[in-house]
Every structure is written in structure tokens, then in C-alpha cells.
């Protein structure tokens, strides 16, 4: 168990999770669940302790089994954490699970990195394909997660499509991503005229490529 330092007034505080298969795998964990960490600070909130469960075989029902979820909502409450990040993919069951327990809002790498993505995003296309990721990935994890965000606030996890999008219907929400993917496609389909213009005309294209924080 390590903690970081405290965080500001009002930033997010974060208790990472990691499961290893064995002894053997744990150095590796150790590295990935230290990548989450930076991630999470570049989402903006602060890392205030991490867990890494040692098991062979992952609990269905949560992942790293009831024993380390309470020790997950015990130390949370002492480090007054606002959230949980898991550093492997949850269920939906798995994470409505842990959030029932932990009574925080719990995120995996997964939606750590959507939200990351949905808060740099800033040209059109760019947002409406971080929105439809994290609509198809919000969409089977619907069930309770509109009551749980509302009684938790925003933060990490609730960037992009927002609060009152996650608490629609699913009908809704599939409707939206029908639209989303409509308006992608008339973006690329401006793309490519104004591509094919500046071909015409010979323009030099410059591009550049980054991850997350990179640069």
C-alpha cells in the first residue's frame, strides 16, 4: 500500500487497484499500475494510495474478491478518496459491484483514458469520436450508474457525453450514437474535399502524432 502526496483542495483523489497472477507477474503489475498513476494525474486528479492484489484467478463478481474490495473501501475512507481506478477492464456487473461497496465512483484504465482523450480533444471529429467510444462503452453499464454519478458529481468518468446523456434511456443513447455517427461522416467527408483541394493545389502537409501527455 503507498500513498502520494495530498492533493489540493478540490482536486480528485485516487486509490489505484492492480491484480497480479502471482509473484512472478507482480514487477510487471507494479509498472503498469505506476503508468495508471501518471495517467490519472494527467486527467487532473491526484494518486493518494494503491492496492495490488495478488490472485491467481480473477473474482467474477469483482474482480479481486469481497476480502480486498473492503479493503478498498476502508482505505479509501481514510484517505478520503473521491474515486477508484482499476488498472484491468471491468465487467458492468463488476463495477457496479465495487461501486456499491466502495460507495465511489470506479473507473478502469479504459474509461480513464476515454475521459483523458474527451477532455484534450478540440477539433470536431476528434470529440465526436471520443463521445461515441464512451457512449458504446457507457452504454451496457447504464443500470444504477445515472443515480451514483448524480450523488457523486463529476470528475473522472463523467467527461464527454456527461451526466444527463448517461441518465437517458438506452433507447436514447443508442439513437445518439446512430447521430454521432452520422456527423463523423459528414466530417470525413469534408476531410476528404478539402484533402483532395489542397492536393490539387500541391499544399505541403504537415502532421503530428502524440499519446495522452505526450509533449
Known amino acids: 500500500m503507498r500513498a502520494r ?5 478540490g482536486q480528485e483523489k ?14 510487471r503489475t507494479e509498472a ?3 503508468e495508471l498513476g501518471l495517467l490519472v ?16 484467478r480473477k473474482d467474477p463478481a469483482t474482480l479481486i474478491g469481497r476480502g480486498k474490495v473492503e479493503e478498498v473501501a476502508r482505505v479509501s475512507n481514510e484517505r478520503e478518496a473521491d474515486l477508484v481506478v482499476f488498472d484491468d477492464e471491468l465487467t458492468p456487473a463488476q463495477q457496479r459491484n465495487v461501486e456499491a461497496t466502495v460507495e465511489r465512483k470506479t473507473v478502469d484504465r479504459t474509461q480513464l483514458i476515454l475521459d483523458i482523450f474527451a477532455r484534450r480533444a478540440r477539433t470536431r471529429e476528434g470529440r465526436l469520436q471520443v463521445e461515441l467510444a464512451q457512449l458504446d ?10 443515480v451514483l454519478l448524480s450523488r457523486l458529481g463529476g470528475g473522472i468518468g463523467t467527461r464527454g457525453p456527461g451526466e444527463t446523456k448517461l441518465e437517458t434511456d438506452r433507447r436514447r443513447i443508442r439513437q445518439r450514437i446512430q447521430n454521432v455517427k452520422h456527423e463523423i461522416e459528414k466530417v470525413r467527408r469534408t476531410r476528404h474535399t478539402r484533402r483532395e483541394a489542397r492536393q490539387r493545389a500541391q499544399a505541403p502537409v504537415v502532421a503530428l502524432v502524440g499519446y495522452t501527455n505526450a509533449g
Open 32 to 34: 503498469s499500475v505506476e
Open 41 to 56: 494525474e494527467s486527467a487532473g486528479a491526484r494518486v493518494v494510495g494503491t492496492l495490488i492484489q495478488e490472485r491467481k
Open 137 to 146: 462503452y457507457l452504454l451496457p453499464r447504464l443500470t444504477g450508474k445515472g
Open 5 to 9: 502526496d495530498s492533493a489540493p483542495a
Open 14 to 27: 485516487a486509490i489505484l487497484v492492480g491484480v497480479s497472477a502471482g509473484a512472478r507477474e507482480r514487477v
